[in-house]
Every structure is written in structure tokens, then in C-alpha cells.
């Protein structure tokens, strides 16, 4: 069965200064791999996902992420970062042929001024 | 894009009663919905999967019994909680998959339900 691992449970950061989110996952076949965020007392949105093709993936609000097959990574960048960014972050994956997705942890990403 | 319409977003009930959520795809046909259920800071937990005319598959310890699904149709899932206990507050959330693959839509999530007993 798969697992994601969110190695960071929180991440402080100041305004405007990059970030990175990390996700690793255990999975024994081809996976699907999402990003979503989460505001408070709100669903999730989708961030960006890797389906195939190229491994850098570029979502909405300017995140990225990149898929590591041989590190099976699948860590969240932002090059710099805004107050309304503050969320949690979760990342998921799907096993190719199956229906569940499975979520890590969550990342509470906080901006700081 | 696609839309996952969930109510109500918060519900506050008596001890003893049953609340039922809605989930409903607007503009897809969702053969295969999801129910989680979110402690405060914690992540999502899956409870069930519905797939539209059949029952729910649960996930381990979740009780099917106190939890009831219905997928009746292609647009609309719901959960019901039976006999409500202050232990079953929490944040519930829907999710929707589309019939073919991942490619498009992807699984999109209702805004959640707020559910308090008291």
C-alpha cells in the first residue's frame, strides 16, 4: 500500500524569501502525486500534480515541484513567498489503477513580515 | 473546471441525533466519491469509498453502521451520522473523482462540514 511522509510538520518563513515543502512517498508501483492547500475551515484546493511526462510540474500561486523517481520525492518549491501563502500543505498520492488517495501529514506553512 | 458542492458547512446537533452531509459533483459525473474526516491539525483521514449503485467500501475502523453512505446517483453522495456523539465532531470533507482518468479533473474536494455535538 502507499504512504507519503511530509518530513516537516511546520515551516516558518519571512515574506519573500523562497520555501520547500517535502514529500516523500512509498508506493511498489507507478504513482499519481498531488499537491494541495488547505485554508482554515475550507476544502482542499489543488496546487499542481504529476501524472507523467516531465518531472517539473508548475501549479497555480507560482508553486512547483519536482518528481524523484529514484529518491521518491516529490518536494513543493516557491521561489518567493507571500503572506496569503500561510496554509497548511498536503501532499498525496495515488497508485496508478487504484482510487484512494493517501495523505501525508500536512505542512503548516507560516510567512513572516 | 470541475466543482464538488458540499452542505451543510457547519451543523451543530444533539446528542442521540443523525446529521446527513451532501456532496455533489456540478458539472461531472462522479462514479466514485470519497469521504474523509479531519482532525484539528491533523491530516485528511479516508473513512469510505462510494462508487455510484453499489456500497460504500470502508476503511479499517471506521463503523458502517454509525457511518452511512449512499451513492445513489452520478451527481450526489451523502453521509449520514448516525446517533451522533460529541466524539464524532469534527471537520468532514467530500472528494470526487471523475468517471475516466486522472487526466482534467483529478479528484476536487467539497468545502467540508463543520460537524459539532453537543
Known amino acids: 500500500a502507499q504512504s507519503v511522509t511530509q518530513l516537516d510538520s511546520q515551516v516558518p518563513v519571512f515574506e519573500e524569501a523562497p520555501v520547500e515543502l517535502r514529500c516523500n512517498y512509498s508506493s511498489s508501483v507507478s504513482v499519481y502525486l498531488f499537491w494541495y492547500v488547505q485554508y482554515p475551515n475550507q476544502g482542499l484546493q489543488l496546487l499542481l500534480k504529476y501524472l507523467s511526462g516531465s518531472t517539473l510540474v508548475k501549479g497555480i500561486n507560482g508553486f512547483e515541484a519536482e518528481f524523484n523517481k529514484s529518491q521518491t520525492s516529490f518536494h513543493l518549491r516557491k521561489p518567493s513567498v507571500h503572506i496569503s501563502d500561510t496554509a497548511e500543505y498536503f501532499c498525496?498520492?495515488?497508485?496508478?489503477?487504484?482510487?484512494?488517495?493517501?495523505f501525508g501529514q500536512g505542512t503548516r506553512l507560516t510567512i513572516n513580515p | 473546471g470541475a466543482v464538488v458542492s458540499q452542505h451543510p458547512s457547519r451543523v451543530i446537533c444533539k446528542s442521540g441525533t443523525s446529521v446527513k452531509i451532501e456532496c455533489r459533483s456540478l458539472d461531472f459525473q462522479a462514479t466514485t466519491m470519497f469521504w474523509y474526516r479531519q482532525f484539528p491539525k491533523q491530516s485528511l483521514m479516508l473513512m469510505a469509498t462510494?462508487?455510484?449503485?453499489?456500497?460504500?467500501?470502508?476503511e479499517q475502523g471506521v463503523e458502517k453502521d454509525k457511518f452511512l453512505i449512499n451513492h445513489a446517483s452520478l451527481t450526489l453522495s451523502t453521509l449520514t451520522v448516525t446517533s451522533a456523539h460529541p466524539e464524532d465532531s469534527s471537520f468532514y470533507i467530500c472528494s470526487a473523482r471523475d468517471h475516466g482518468t486522472l487526466k482534467g479533473y483529478g479528484y476536487t474536494f467539497g468545502s467540508g462540514t463543520r460537524l459539532t455535538v453537543v
Open positions: 462510494s462508487n455510484e449503485g453499489s456500497k460504500a467500501t470502508y
Open positions: 498525496a498520492v495515488s497508485e496508478q489503477g487504484a482510487q484512494k488517495l493517501v
